[in-house]
Nanobody, 120 residues
Framework: QVQLVESGGGLVQLGGSLRLSCTAS????????MGWYRQAPGKQRELVAT???????NYVVSVKGRFTISRDSSKNTAYLQMNSLKSEDTAVYYC??????????????WGQGTQVTVSS
């Protein structure tokens, strides 16, 4: 059984930092493209950052220079380091592990989400 468990969310002041973790069981994260998504109240879920199996990273423009996605294969865990947090970063953050073969999705797993609230 595959499980992705997020942790590290919470309440932080404007300009503060948080590090989210996503620990997997049942799969080897290093073989997957990992993504962090977020969903704010009343808004659609948006992709925040990804890291491919070969380590290439991508970020949505709004978090570039502030957020860093990484992965520790020895711990089977992905991270999202969030610095200089803004009120608009408030959302539920989800991690995702996906695998595709010739652009055809063959595996897609989600965590349960962790709340991040940035207060002023």
């Amino acid at each position: 059984q595959v499980q992705l468990v997020e942790s590290g969310g919470g309440l932080v002041q404007l300009g503060g930092s948080l590090r989210l973790s996503c620990t997997a069981s049942g799969i080897r994260l290093s073989s997957y493209t990992m993504g962090w998504y977020r969903q704010a109240p009343g808004k659609q879920r948006e992709l925040v950052a990804t890291i491919s199996s070969d380590g290439a990273t991508n970020y949505v423009v709004s978090v570039k220079g502030r957020f860093t996605i990484s992965r520790d294969s020895s711990k089977n865990t992905a991270y999202l380091q969030m610095n200089s947090l803004k009120s608009e970063d408030t959302a539920v953050y989800y991690c995702n592990a996906n695998m595709a073969y010739r652009n055809i999705p063959i595996a897609d797993y989600w965590g349960q989400g962790t709340q991040v609230t940035v207060s002023s």
